[in-house]
């Protein structure tokens, strides 16, 4: 019977031994998984960080270089990095694509100075996309298409190809080294939006102001930048949704 005992009592110790070692183990992989998303926690910070001090730097430089110019022109710069040219003198007339003469004379002052902000050395690796948009009215652009959305779709398309065209054909553009021309080129996209994202008269989205749409201030051409920032973003946005 007393050997019994302790054969049970070496048992129990050895069970106890092992319960501890399992505890230990568990300690560690825990202190290891909560290193991990410290460390992750950090990246993502920086991320924020670098995306908001980016977009801080291009809306300063942005806003000095056109500040007296962007009250002239009547051009609204947002603290997205948008740009909007609203004035309908200016643009478009309705259902058409030609750039009147007025905004021809903006662009050429325009392009060459905005361009030349962008293509800085400290924004190389920054930037993943700058946008030219087209929006339309809300008028149907029915000889382009029987759906009015659609067809708006095509005429906003070709109000923002126009506007690119008009860049590729300045000297700025054409006087550019081949390795800019070609960086410009991956980054420079024309966008049709039709009437998506109309505007109300103090110039704000009407679907978040669920106000009356102006269709003069509608019918625009927005450029837009995205920082690369944006995409790790939204990228880990996606993450923390999954």
Request: proline residues 2%; glycine residues 2%.
């Given at each position: 019977?007393?050997?019994?005992?302790?054969?049970?009592?070496?048992?129990?110790?050895?069970?106890?031994?092992?319960?501890?070692?399992?505890?230990?183990?568990?300690?560690?992989?825990?202190?290891?998984?909560?290193?991990?998303?410290?460390?992750?926690?950090?990246?993502?910070?920086?991320?924020?960080?670098?995306?908001?001090?980016?977009?801080?730097?291009?809306?300063?430089?942005?806003?000095?270089?056109?500040?007296?110019?962007?009250?002239?022109?009547?051009?609204?710069?947002?603290?997205?990095?948008?740009?909007?040219?609203?004035?309908?003198?200016?643009?478009?007339?309705?259902?058409?694509?030609?750039?009147?003469?007025?905004?021809n004379q903006i662009l050429n002052s325009f392009l060459p100075r905005y361009f030349e902000i962008l293509l800085k050395d400290k924004y190389k690796n920054k930037i993943s996309e700058i946008r030219i948009e087209g929006h339309t009215d809300t008028v149907p652009a029915r000889h382009y298409d029987k759906d009015p959305y659609?067809?708006?779709?095509?005429?906003?398309?070709?109000?923002?190809?126009?506007?690119?065209?008009?860049?590729?054909?300045?000297?700025?553009?054409?006087?550019?080294?081949?390795?800019?021309?070609?960086?410009?080129?991956?980054?420079?996209?024309?966008?049709?939006?039709?009437?998506?994202?109309?505007?109300?008269?103090?110039?704000?989205?009407?679907?978040?102001?669920?106000?009356?749409?102006?269709?003069?201030?509608?019918?625009?051409?927005?450029?837009?930048?995205?920082?690369?920032?944006?995409?790790?973003?939204?990228?880990?946005?996606?993450?923390?949704?999954?």
């Amino acid at each position: 019977m007393a050997i019994k005992r302790r054969n049970t009592n070496n048992s129990w110790m050895s069970f106890s031994d092992i319960m501890t070692t399992l505890m230990v183990i568990f300690m560690f992989i825990a202190i290891s998984y909560m290193y991990e998303i410290q460390e992750e926690q950090k990246k993502r910070d920086l991320v924020f960080e670098e995306f908001k001090v980016t977009k801080d730097q291009l809306f300063s430089e942005l806003e000095d270089e056109f500040r007296e110019d962007f009250k002239k022109w009547d051009v609204v710069l947002g603290k997205d990095l948008s740009i909007k040219f609203t004035n309908p003198e200016v643009l478009f007339e309705s259902g058409q694509i030609d750039i009147r003469v007025y905004f021809n004379q903006i662009l050429n002052s325009f392009l060459p100075r905005y361009f030349e902000i962008l293509l800085k050395d400290k924004y190389k690796n920054k930037i993943s996309e700058i946008r030219i948009e087209g929006h339309t009215d809300t008028v149907p652009a029915r000889h382009y298409d029987k759906d009015p959305y659609i067809g708006n779709v095509i005429l906003s398309q070709l109000r923002s190809t126009e506007v690119l065209k008009f860049f590729r054909n300045t000297s700025f553009f054409k006087n550019l080294k081949d390795e800019e021309k070609k960086n410009l080129q991956f980054l420079i996209t024309a966008n049709g939006l039709s009437y998506g994202k109309t505007l109300d008269d103090n110039k704000e989205l009407t679907l978040l102001t669920n106000k009356k749409i102006n269709n003069q201030n509608s019918r625009r051409v927005e450029f837009r930048i995205m920082t690369k920032s944006e995409k790790l973003i939204e990228k880990v946005i996606r993450e923390l949704g999954e």
